[in-house]
Nanobody, 118 residues
Framework: QVQLVESGGGLVQPGGSLRLTCTAS??????MGWFRQAAGKEREFVAS????????WYGDSAEGRFTISRDNAKNTVYLQMDSLKPEDTAVYYC?????????????WGQGTQVTVSS
């Protein structure tokens, strides 16, 4: 069973940037993506990327500020987050085995906390 491990979360000031990394323990020949869940809220789609990396999809909150990318040679997916806002505060989860780009697949990482605060 492939495992996903996220890293890169932390505390950042509003307007700052973070880059999240998700490394798979094996090859993930699927769409991969990121979801997030803020305290007291439902899990929300952030972004996803096709197997080749050519196609990307973004949720409304991420469009224009976040960039998803992947390096298949390293079994790694990245989420570059710029112009961060306090409302971006959440636990961010890496996800794989996605078949619908906007809906989660069956494989999840453990999550990494992102806190945007001054």
């Amino acid at each position: 069973q492939v495992q996903l491990v996220e890293s890169g979360g932390g505390l950042v000031q509003p307007g700052g940037s973070l880059r999240l990394t998700c490394t798979a323990s094996g090859r993930t020949n699927s769409i991969m993506g990121w979801f997030r869940q803020a305290a007291g809220k439902e899990r929300e789609f952030v972004a996803s990327i096709s197997r080749s990396g050519i196609n990307t999809w973004y949720g409304d909150s991420a469009e224009g500020r976040f960039t998803i990318s992947r390096d298949n040679a390293k079994n790694t997916v990245y989420l570059q987050m710029d112009s961060l806002k306090p409302e971006d505060t959440a636990v961010y989860y890496c996800n794989a085995d996605i078949t619908d780009p906007f809906r989660p697949g069956n494989l999840w990482g453990q999550g990494t906390q992102v806190t945007v605060s001054s």
